[in-house]
């Protein structure tokens, strides 16, 4: 099941194909006060939601998704942990990096259509991170790596947008790096994990401006996901609809720059999309790590 | 006024002279799912509130705070922004370092008389770090410093509980697993509202590990001051009635922690929080601060 928040008031709503149908009556006696809590609610409570919602779904319908305003997901999750320097870098790297990890600001948390804006900071470049983003569906606290997947409750489209060459010399600069407002795109849907058969073997995809950027997949993360949640829990306690975001692979980042737009898939989850805006204009040349590197290497040899 | 969380179902409270004086009458007029959530909304709304506040302080007799469990007054802030290395320590830094902060988990949130757990792990050291905590009071987004204080609901005593240096999982020391391990968040007893802090930029602040003083300097010596530190971190995030801002510490008077100690802080006249420290490998540390250490070394 796909789930999708839509509309000004952040309606629930099931992604069948390029359709939305509107399962907003079973929220009607959940009390809650914002679309997260709603969210966090329904997740914790699934196996009594599910088969509400299928009772409505089953009859298909729906509204094209083109028409629609679809929102994050999860529009604040109380926790965003994202994973640093997680994957082999397709070969590149010999062994895998320590594990490590930040907390981005659930500030940063926008949706499909939604626009990334490049702050007015002096940053020597702002990148697109695409990630495959683990949803939380039950209290995870001590998790050991073997019960992993039973506290997961589904997975996502996440960009982790971020900044470089900015904050203090040789410090942990996550804060200023990550947490901009708009520098975390997420969606369109939360794919619930039952539909997600292996999620250590998933294709990531990224388009900027229509040429494919990031193509790479989850089986080459460096610490697998169970051996990250058993970490990460080891360290805090997260909450259903809580995230995970599980790192990227660095070797197809590359810059973001008015203007352009930008689109992740990872799997069948469906595309999520986003412009960006930049009131300064910058611009940088259009091209990933490994292109970089390629290039340097050939004007070094020709030199 | 200084509001509590209290008891086993955080009721509202308002602490008055060592005691708290039940305002659930307030807290009946908030719908709200959890304790942060009603005080989210009370100090987003507290215009509306304040005056029945007062009137139930006054009038109302109050338990003894010692018979009272208090609870964090920010059970589970949506933001708690920490900044990193704030302060000139006591002269020597001959200037600010570059403005920086960390995303503290809200899972590290515990309160008075509450328990620091020290994880399993070898880390270098587990220090206590006493900070000035600022209350975010309505939604801030992109403030500028000269209207920085119009954001400041009040104040609150917390400390960074924070470990240093490897892990047994040989990752390198960063803001993540060194700030957000669960209890590493101590906060209140209560929060200080605003009117009753004249001077936020002129408050000792003081921390005490086995009764012993250990950290004892004023937020005049920070870094960069509560009007350019609500500037910049809104300028990178919005803040909501309810988010955290801890101002840094003076890390002169930083120590260890270990098994069975008694943490005590106070900034100004906040009232004391006061933790113990529980480590079920006992380790043990020299009882001394940095600045000890540095004196003793030398």
Same mark, same amino acid.
């Given at each position: 099941m796909k789930l999708v928040l839509f509309g000004d008031d952040?309606?629930?709503?099931?992604?069948?194909?390029?359709?939305?149908?509107?399962?907003?009556?079973?929220?009607?006696?959940i009390r809650y006060f914002s679309p997260q809590e709603m969210m966090n609610i329904i997740i914790g409570n699934f196996d009594k939601y599910r088969s509400l919602i299928e009772a409505i779904t089953s009859n298909g319908g729906g509204t094209p998704r083109s028409q629609l305003r679809l929102r994050a997901p999860l529009p604040e999750p109380p926790r965003l942990v994202c994973m640093a320097g997680n994957y082999m870098e397709s070969g590149t790297r010999t062994e895998a990096g320590a594990i490590s990890a930040f907390n981005k600001s659930s500030s940063s948390v926008i949706g499909d259509g939604d626009t990334v804006i490049l702050p007015d900071a002096p940053a020597t470049v702002f990148e697109h991170e695409a990630e495959l983003g683990i949803v939380i569906g039950k209290k995870a606290t001590q998790v050991k790596a073997a019960d992993a997947f039973s506290h997961i409750f589904g997975y996502l489209n996440f960009v982790d947008v971020s900044c470089r060459g900015i904050g203090r010399p040789g410090a942990d600069n996550f804060f200023i790096g990550k947490s901009w407002h708009t520098f975390g795109p997420m969606g369109p849907a939360l794919v619930t994990s039952d539909e997600v058969a292996e999620p250590q073997n998933?294709?990531?995809?990224?388009?900027?401006?229509?040429?494919?950027?990031?193509?790479?997949n989850t089986s080459d993360m460096a610490h697998k996901i169970p051996a990250m949640i058993e970490w990460v829990t080891s360290i805090t306690t997260l909450e259903p609809g809580d995230v995970i975001a599980c790192g990227t692979n660095h070797r197809g980042l590359g810059p973001l720059q008015d203007g352009d737009v930008m689109e992740i898939e990872i799997a069948d989850f469906g595309k999520m999309t986003n412009s960006v805006t930049d009131s300064q204009k910058r611009v940088w040349v259009r091209e990933t790590h490994a292109q970089k590197e390629e290039r340097e290497a050939k004007e070094a040899a020709g030199r | 006024m200084r509001l509590v969380l209290y008891g086993d179902e955080y009721k509202l409270g308002v602490l008055k002279n060592g005691a708290v004086v039940d305002a659930t009458a307030v807290a009946n007029d908030i719908p709200h799912n959890t304790p942060q959530q009603l005080m989210s909304k009370l100090i987003a709304d507290f215009d509306k509130y304040r005056s029945q506040l007062e009137q139930l302080s006054a009038s109302g007799q109050g338990i003894p705070s010692d018979q009272a469990r208090l609870r964090a007054p920010l059970p589970r802030p949506p933001r708690l922004v920490c900044m990193?290395?704030?302060?000139?320590?006591?002269?020597?830094?001959?200037?600010?370092?570059? *403005?920086?902060?960390?995303?503290?988990?809200?899972?590290?949130? *515990?309160?008075?008389?509450? %328990?620091i757990t020290i994880p399993a792990s070898n880390a270098r050291i587990y220090d206590h770090e006493a900070e000035l905590a600022i209350i975010i009071g309505k939604t801030a987004d992109r403030v500028s410093e000269e209207n920085a204080y119009d954001y400041i609901f009040g104040y609150s005593n917390i400390v960074d509980v924070s470990h240093r240096g490897k892990t047994d999982d040989g990752n390198r020391h960063n803001f993540f697993n060194g700030k957000s391990p669960d209890t590493f968040g101590p906060l209140g007893p209560s929060i200080v509202t605003a009117d009753e802090v004249a001077d936020p930029q002129n408050l000792p %602040?003081?921390?005490?590990v086995q009764g012993d003083l250990r950290q004892d300097y004023n937020t005049n010596d920070m870094g960069h001051s509560i009007k350019k530190t609500i500037a910049w971190i809104s300028w990178i995030t919005t803040l909501q009635p309810g988010d955290v801002v801890a101002c840094g510490t003076n890390h002169r008077g930083l120590g260890p922690l270990q098994n069975g100690d008694k943490m005590e802080i106070e900034v100004a006249n906040f009232g004391k929080l006061t933790n113990t420290v529980v480590d079920a490998q006992k380790r043990s540390w020299p009882r001394e601060t940095r600045t000890q250490q540095q004196a003793r070394q030398s």
């Open positions: 952040y309606k629930l709503g099931v992604l069948q194909g390029e359709n939305v149908i509107d399962v907003s009556q079973i929220t009607q006696d998933l294709p990531i995809r990224l388009w900027v401006q229509g040429e494919l950027r990031q193509d790479y | 990193a290395g704030n302060y000139m320590e006591n002269g020597t830094l001959s200037q600010p370092n570059p *403005i920086s902060a960390f995303n503290k988990s809200s899972s590290t949130i *515990i309160g008075d008389g509450d %328990v %602040v003081k921390l005490w």
